[in-house]
């Protein structure tokens, strides 16, 4: 076990008195904080002001050294602070400011007046077994981290550090009862608290795989929804994209219309509308000829599939596509018109 000092005025209400100035023009604004010890919720605060200019002189206020700084209007929560309180200063040349309490209102109407510093030094026993200390935050009080001390007439001092009076039954700061902290805080029940500890962290650990597991379940049920519905969504949306497709191709109600329809001369045309590539159907045949290869150039096919209801035929080199307008579409994106000439073109070589 460590051990801490720590020094209290017995008499204050606040601590951690702090003040600023501010000059504006010809106004001299005190800027103050502190943090309200935990007797009541105050609303207003009258300290004792004593000010000083750029030089250190004391500037006097009516006549006096001293004068009484009121700030009223306020809430401050017990054991919270307020941070840059302001207060206009009754002298603009004041740049330094001591100021201590006098007297505080407090929500329940009641008036306390400072009654002059009263200093008390301490010594704190530290709790610095940190699974113990774990344990006091988890199972007791998170601000908990000293031994308890009495010092009977003058006051005890909390595990959380902060002091009370002799007949504080309970601890103005984390609220804990004095008695119950004192056997908290024991060397015998600080390792009965470190089993429970370990007990319930077991039993947490127990809870977290829990947990994991079960968000695991789910995540994999989610997945599983969502392949679902993508699949379904894909179903649904076949059929959908068939019509679309349909509505631009040209269809047919038999195969024989089909190959009756298409038989013949197609010509693609470059995008000067020359003559480039041409294909000739012949009912289970199909001729591909580049025009500026001439007749040598002939590939012939067969035609292998006709399917009418989707205005498609399919040779070994790829599918052909009728397209809404009549023409006939091939797989590298080339539109053939029907017509043209079938001869042998003198390609000049």
Not at 187 to 195: F, S
């Amino acid at each position: 076990m460590g051990s801490v000092e720590k020094i209290v005025d017995v008499n204050a209400h606040i601590e951690d008195l702090q003040c600023e100035i501010d000059v504006n023009g010809n106004d001299a604004v005190a800027r103050i904080s502190f943090s309200n010890l935990g007797y009541g919720d105050i609303t207003a605060i009258k300290f004792n002001a004593r000010g000083y200019n750029s030089f250190g002189d004391i500037v006097p206020v009516n006549g006096k050294d001293k004068f009484f700084l009121i700030i009223q209007n306020i809430v401050i929560a017990k054991n919270e602070s307020i941070m840059n309180l302001k207060a206009k200063l009754p002298d603009a040349n004041i740049r330094k400011l001591e100021l201590e309490e006098c007297q505080i209102c407090y929500s329940d109407g009641s008036v306390v007046s400072y009654e002059g510093e009263n200093r008390f030094a301490f010594e704190l026993e530290t709790i610095d077994n940190q699974e113990q200390l774990s344990a006091l935050h988890k199972l007791y009080d998170e601000k908990a981290m000293f031994k308890l001390k009495d010092y009977y007439a003058k006051g005890w001092v909390c595990s959380c550090g902060r002091y009370n009076s002799y007949n504080a039954v309970d601890c103005s700061l984390c609220g804990k009862l004095k008695a119950r902290t004192e056997k908290i805080c024991s060397d015998e029940n600080l390792n009965i608290l470190l089993e429970e500890y370990r007990i319930s962290e077991e039993k947490d650990r127990e809870i977290r795989e829990e947990e994991r597991k079960k968000s695991e379940k789910e995540r994999w049920k989610r997945r599983i929804l969502i392949g679902v519905i993508a699949a379904v969504c894909i179903v649904l949306a076949r059929p959908v994209l068939n019509v679309v497709q349909i509505s631009q191709r040209t269809t047919y109600q038999s195969e024989s219309d089909m190959k009756k329809a298409l038989r013949g001369v197609w010509t693609h045309y470059d995008d000067e509308y020359r003559e480039e590539l041409k294909i000739n159907i012949r009912g289970y045949d199909l001729v591909k000829r580049w025009v500026s290869l001439g007749s040598d150039s002939d590939m012939e096919l067969e035609i292998r599939e006709w399917n009418p209801e989707q205005g498609t035929f399919t040779i070994s080199l790829g599918t052909y596509t009728v397209l809404k307008n009549g023409n006939i579409k091939d797989e590298d994106g080339n539109e053939f018109e029907k017509g043209g000439d079938w001869e042998y073109i003198d390609s000049g070589i």
